[in-house]
């Protein structure tokens, strides 16, 4: 469950997106052909983060960047930003309700201000 509620699900799917990277980024940089250790050392952050019991943390609404995907009844990605952590997570809306989590990972504060600038910040711990 999120900080608000919300019920949050994992797909097995996601596993391979999330924690997976490339041996050659500067070549191949969208491959997963090898597990991303540190993001697995960081796997335990992901549910306190999403049920805010981390502080620090925000909780951010970032619309779609497709326009006709915005008109979707539901509502746009959540993003969970530890700044101190330079950590994010990401959560996609499901049609009927709920989030699934989509990946997790270290990004430069710049990188973040960018997310959240598109995006209404929902909550704060």
Known sequence: MSHDGEEVK?????YHHAFRT???????AYSKGVVARERLERLRWIRPIIEGKVA???CWEVPKKVPEEAHRPFPGKRL????SLDYLIWLEP????????????????AEIARYTTRGRKLWAS
């Open 10 to 14: 994992f797909f097995a799917d996601r």
């Open 22 to 28: 490339s041996s050659d980024r500067a070549r191949r």
């Open 56 to 58: 620090g943390v925000e």
């Open 80 to 83: 969970y930003v530890s700044w």
């Open 94 to 109: 499901l049609s009927n309700g709920g989030f699934k989590f989509s990946t997790a990972y270290l990004a430069p504060h």
